[in-house]
């Protein structure tokens, strides 16, 4: 999302030899990738995917990307890699592979899982698995893997998230803050496009759909940056760069909702005025 908010294509300092056996096809576009795999039959390793796009807002799967993506890397005998860094925990309690159904090799999970502290996680089926040390020839550590703070936080949030009703709740006020804020946008006028999965939302400041990268980038960036600076004036901080996800947590109860849905009335009229 930084990336994008800042027009880069990549970053300086990568060398060629980094990403000369990384191949990209747009989000979405199960035939780009289909095509990827008869050009090299045998080659491809793995396809890693973020089940739902949180690095250009929050574009979802769209009918069938994720199921396809299945069946190509079963017929070719690549690995489906999920990164739920953003999505685990947030679209649901089983993530995206439980909201769609769908069965990767392995998943890759971020700092949700510390309760915001530093942490990752990574799992897999167990033949994959095993090939890590010491059961297989793998080695992976890291300085702060298995961190007693984070650890201790991560059990604590997934202990709360397993209270009866906490994820239906925290889906609800996420639904009623978008829809808050779509309300506000229609009354002043204002096109939008809004995208939820979960507790992860967007505001896409176009008319959509928004379904790719290349799509997201026809929004205007320049109207959400007014509309952050008036949400700023009036106390709510949002994601500074329209490319970014939002995400609802059990802090935000119905209070703090209507003041953000409030406030958003009054940025989208301060929108019209050029």
């Known amino acids: ?9 990549d970053s300086p300092g990568v060398p060629r030899g980094a990403t000369q056996d990384t191949l990209v096809a747009p989000y979405n576009d199960l ?20 089940p739902v796009a949180g690095n250009m807002g929050v574009v979802p799967p769209a009918d069938g990307f994720l199921s396809g ?18 999505t685990g ?3 649901h309690p089983g993530g995206a592979q439980a909201l769609y159904g769908i069965d990767p090799d392995l998943t890759c999970l971020g700092k ?7 942490v990752g996680a990574y799992g897999g089926k167990r033949e994959i698995m095993q090939t890590v040390a010491p059961a297989g020839p793998m080695y992976q550590a890291g300085t702060l893997s298995g961190n007693p703070l984070a650890m201790a936080a991560g059990i604590a949030t997934l202990e709360e998230l397993r209270q009866p009703g906490i994820w239906e709740e925290l889906e609800r006020r996420t639904r009623t803050l978008c829809q808050g804020i779509g309300a506000a946008a229609e009354a ?9 999965v979960g507790t992860m939302f967007c505001t896409f400041f ?14 205007d960036t320049e109207r959400y940056a007014r509309f952050f600076h008036a949400m700023l004036e009036r106390g709510v901080y949002l994601a500074p760069s329209q490319f970014e996800a939002g995400f609802m947590s059990t802090a935000h109860g119905d209070e703090e909702i209507q ?7 009054e940025a989208m009229e301060i929108l019209t005025r050029g």
């Open 89 to 91: 925990f947030r679209v």
């Open 69 to 86: 993506l299945r069946d190509l890397c079963s017929q070719h005998g690549a690995l489906l890699i999920f990164d739920e860094v953003m």
């Open 112 to 118: 949700v899982i510390g309760g915001g502290l530093p």
């Open 259 to 265: 003041a953000t849905i409030a406030a958003a009335e």
């Open 1 to 9: 999302s930084g990336v994008a908010t800042l027009g880069l294509p």
């Open 206 to 219: 176009q008319e959509g759909p928004v379904t790719d990268y290349g799509t997201a980038r026809r929004s």
């Open 188 to 196: 002043a006028g204002i096109s939008i496009y809004q995208t939820q």
């Open 31 to 50: 035939d780009a990738v289909a095509s990827l795999f008869e050009q090299f039959p045998e080659s491809i390793a793995a396809v890693i995917v973020e």
